[in-house]
């Protein structure tokens, strides 16, 4: 099923994603660009489903780490936040990326909730102090061993991104042109990843 009011003949009626949606020649290079693009922006927005309501809810989150061949994310959180509500109920997650230059990635997966602590230790961060706070029990202190930090793990499912294939400089010129002409501009490269990809990359010892 899908959603169309408009006939355009024998003419892409979607020309931006035609020009610019790009199949490289080898998967390394196809998620390679995809975790460099991660590892640069760090912060992200994370969505889970609200338990109560089933709406839609948004989180700016910092990447702590990747496994899975660097295409699955670790990030930290508060055991007794909303999120850890929201994904015990539903495990469906998105995770979003942007920069001020406006190449973004979209990672679709399903969350795990992690507590085994030597994990926890492994990627802990002191800066996590600054969020969590000392309690000032001998227990709840921001510390490694708080109970209350605990993991996401997103196993990516799908993935989709655009990262520019010009300079900024370039990126404007093709845009200003593109709006003189009509013709759409050919700036980003848009790619796609499917569940076989990233099943294939993750079991892969590249």
């Known amino acids: 099923m899908s959603f169309s009011n408009a006939d355009t003949g024998n003419k892409a009626a979607d020309p931006y994603t035609e ?4 199949h490289p ?3 390394k290079e196809k998620v390679g660009d995809l975790i460099a693009f991660v590892d640069k922006c760090k912060f992200c927005m994370m969505t889970t489903r609200i338990a109560e309501s089933g ?19 670790i990030f930290h959180t508060n055991s007794e936040s909303g999120k850890t509500d929201d994904l015990e109920g539903d495990s469906d997650i998105n995770i979003s990326f942007i920069n001020p230059s406006g190449e973004w990635a979209s990672i679709s997966g399903k969350a795990s909730l992690e507590t085994d602590r030597e994990k926890v230790r492994k990627y802990y961060s002191p800066a996590l102090k600054a969020w969590l706070g000392d309690l000032g029990d001998g227990k709840h202190d921001g510390g490694p061993e708080d109970p209350r930090i605990m993991l996401i793990k997103v196993n990516a499912k799908t993935a989709q991104y655009a990262i520019s294939r010009r300079t900024a400089v370039g990126g404007l010129v093709e845009f200003a042109k ?20 990233i099943l294939q990359w993750r079991s892969s010892s590249q």
Request: proline letters at 0%; glycine letters at 8%.
């Open 19 to 22: 020009k610019n949606l790009e």
């Open 25 to 27: 020649d080898t998967l």
């Open 55 to 73: 709406l839609l809810v948004s989180r700016c989150m910092a990447l702590a780490a990747k496994e899975g061949n660097g295409i699955d994310l």
């Open 178 to 197: 593109g709006v003189a002409t009509g013709e759409a501009a050919q700036v980003n490269k848009l790619r796609h990843l499917d569940e076989k990809e």
